[in-house]
């Protein structure tokens, strides 16, 4: 099965709850939210804040061989990726 974050999703996950430090894990003293419990956001919200880690190059470089029709596709190097990805092997 592939995960649907894979693991390198789920690491700057945790490195992001890690850097959110004890006081977004420590719960307020009483019931009610401040103004700084309510501006911690969840680490999944500041992920998406952050955007996809995308390499604007490599983008570049493979949207040019698309468009001059020489991107070759291998399926198998594909799937043997996907497979080590989702078993932490990479």
């Known amino acids: 099965?592939?995960?649907?974050?894979?693991?390198?999703?789920?690491?700057?996950?945790m490195d992001l709850a890690r850097s959110q430090g004890a006081k977004a894990a420590r719960p307020a003293?009483?019931?009610?939210?401040t103004s700084e419990t309510q501006s911690v956001a969840s680490p999944a919200a500041q992920l998406a804040a952050q955007g996809?880690?995308?390499?604007?190059?490599k983008v570049a470089a493979i949207r040019a061989q698309v468009t001059a029709g020489t991107y070759a596709i291998n399926p198998?190097?594909?799937?043997?990726?996907?497979?080590?990805?989702?078993?932490?092997?990479?």
């Open 76 to 90: 198998r190097a594909i799937a043997d990726r996907m497979i080590t990805s989702d078993l932490g092997l990479a």
């Open 52 to 57: 996809a880690p995308i390499d604007a190059e």
């Open 29 to 33: 003293a009483d019931s009610t939210p």
């Open 1 to 13: 099965m592939v995960s649907a974050i894979g693991p390198m999703g789920a690491q700057r996950m």
